[in-house]
């Protein structure tokens, strides 16, 4: 038998990370909160329904101990989404991709190249997960190539140390000029391997979109040295080949999607039309009958910090200042 009870609490958090955190420390400071309030996080605990009990006028959140199996719910006031956009792998609705004949896997099911040994792999998204993959596979004698549709900008890691030092000092704007003519001079013009440059500045993108700059990790020389092909958008996906938005057409053995995750917190949150779209994207950090999101809104840790300020400030008018 399965061991249930109910609790109630005044504010359910759901998430441990980021957003999580940054949301609990700004309800109080956050040493003295959990001391003060006796906050025990739940590890190895898993949300499976959330939603909002118009009788008593509360949330309901329903989770299980993954350890014991027991069945828990707290009744709360508030409910705080923190969980982040980084859920579940996501692969696009590409043409034709239920009909390849060979293997299709998202980055985060990825290991390692060794299995690929000269078998020819395509790498769908050039992004940090992308770029490190496309030279793994390359380490490990595939023929790899990488799909690159949108501007990226490529920094070292030395870069962006520089850069941060600096930030403490100097507007970005200016931040921005001086990393992208290191860069320049460092990897030269990209555009004429294939890769589009961005107008905007990184760290600029970084505070504003949330999209971090590709780190290089020895997959720019490869691409120089034409081991690693690089390729441009997909327009359709057949039984054993591939076919560009240039009209190019080639045959792959693997296809790996490093296209980032998604939200599906829709999944298991009832009622959440005031806060979500059904696809998981975010409408307003501030939702109905005391629901909130932290971290959703693309704008990394800065956000994240918006929101979490925003979301305890409100609370505390809702109770009065009373926390």
Known sequence: MVNFSKQEVEVVVVGAGPSGIAVSACLNNFDKYV???????KFQTCVELAFFNSE??????????????????YACNFLI??????????????????KFEGEIIHSSDYKSGQKY????????GSGNSGMEIAFDLSNYGSHASIV????????????VNIAMLMLKYIPVSLVDIVIAKYAKFKFGNLAEFGIPQPKEGPFSV??????????????IDKIKLGQIKVLPGISEIREQTVVFDNGDEHQFDAIIFATGYKNVATKWLKDYSSIFLEDGTL?????ENGLYAAGFSK???????????????NIKTVRGDKI
Do not use: C
């Open 35 to 41: 001391e003060h309030f006796s906050i025990k996080p």
């Open 117 to 124: 040994e000269e078998k020819n792999v395509l790498v769908v």
């Open 81 to 98: 989404l923190a969980t982040g956009e980084n859920n579940e792998g996501y692969i696009p609705k590409v043409v034709g991709i239920e």
């Open 299 to 313: 704008r990394g840790i800065a956000g994240i910090s918006m929101d979490a300020i925003a979301i305890a400030d």
């Open 56 to 73: 008593e006028g509360k949330w309901n959140v329903k989770s299980r101990d993954l350890a014991s199996g027991d069945l828990e719910v």
């Open 148 to 159: 690159v549709r949108s501007p990226i900008q490529v920094l070292t890691r030395d870069m």
């Open 283 to 287: 409408i307003n950090w501030k939702g």
């Open 206 to 219: 970084k505070i504003s979109k949330g999209r971090s700059p590709v780190i290089d990790v020895g997959a």
